[in-house]
T-cell receptor
């Protein structure tokens, strides 16, 4: 059974810091890995999607990398801002028999960026 | 615009009552999912469906039921057998290359 772990559960940093959020998964047979942002009381917003054949994706101040062999992904946030405060979740979509897929989520990292 | 629509945004249930949460997508995605989220906890999978007329139990299916009669729709019924239904419910869908998309959630409260 796939398990996704995100540590630490919470993080507080001063504005302007560069951040690395980590995600690890136990089964490397994944179809893709996706990072999401969730604001309080809201749904999940997709930030970056990395297909299994890719190593990284970038969008603005965000960069996500994927190392399938070690079962790890990192989300890099450059020059953090108070508006980045949210919960960040990673999810893997597994490759299963018959090409059916299943999403498995980590519990998320709640980030607070202090002005 | 393509996306996932969940309704209602807020729902109140009386003790012993069944309620149904709606989830509709126009992304032409095959797979759809229902998750439950409690304060301070991660997402827990209730049910998922890979194709019309087929669905599988997730980790916490007891007290819930679903149907998948159309590709676009995956409603979730919270039955009276679910003893602690107060939570935030999220619906998602996935396509082959686009990753997962989420609705804005339904907050269910028992009154």
């Amino acid at each position: 059974k796939q398990e996704v772990t995100q540590i630490p559960a919470a993080l507080s940093v001063p504005e302007g810091e560069n951040l690395v959020l980590n995600c690890s998964f136990t089964d490397s047979a994944i179809y893709n890995l996706q990072w999401f942002r969730q604001d309080p009381g809201k749904g999940l917003t997709s930030l970056l999607l990395i297909q299994s054949s890719q190593r990284e994706q970038t969008s603005g101040r965000l960069n996500a990398s994927l190392d399938k062999s070690s079962g790890r992904s990192t989300l890099y946030i450059a020059a953090s801002q108070p508006g980045d405060s949210a919960t960040y979740l990673c999810a893997v979509e597994d490759m299963r028999a018959g090409a059916n897929s299943k999403l498995t989520f980590g519990k998320g990292i709640t980030l607070s960026v202090r002005p | 615009d393509g996306g996932i629509t969940q309704s209602p945004k807020y729902l109140f249930r009386k003790e012993g009552q069944n309620v149904t949460l709606s989830c509709e997508q126009n992304l032409n995605h095959d797979a759809m999912y229902w998750y439950r989220q409690d304060p301070g906890q991660g997402l827990r999978l209730i049910y998922y469906s890979q194709i019309v007329n087929d669905f599988q139990k997730g980790d916490i299916a007891e007290g819930y039921s679903v149907s998948r009669e159309k590709k676009e729709s995956f409603p979730l019924t919270v039955t009276s057998a679910q003893k602690n239904p107060t939570a935030f419910y999220l619906c998602a869908s996935t396509g082959w290359t686009a990753g997962a998309f989420f609705g804005q959630g339904t907050r269910l409260t028992v009154v």
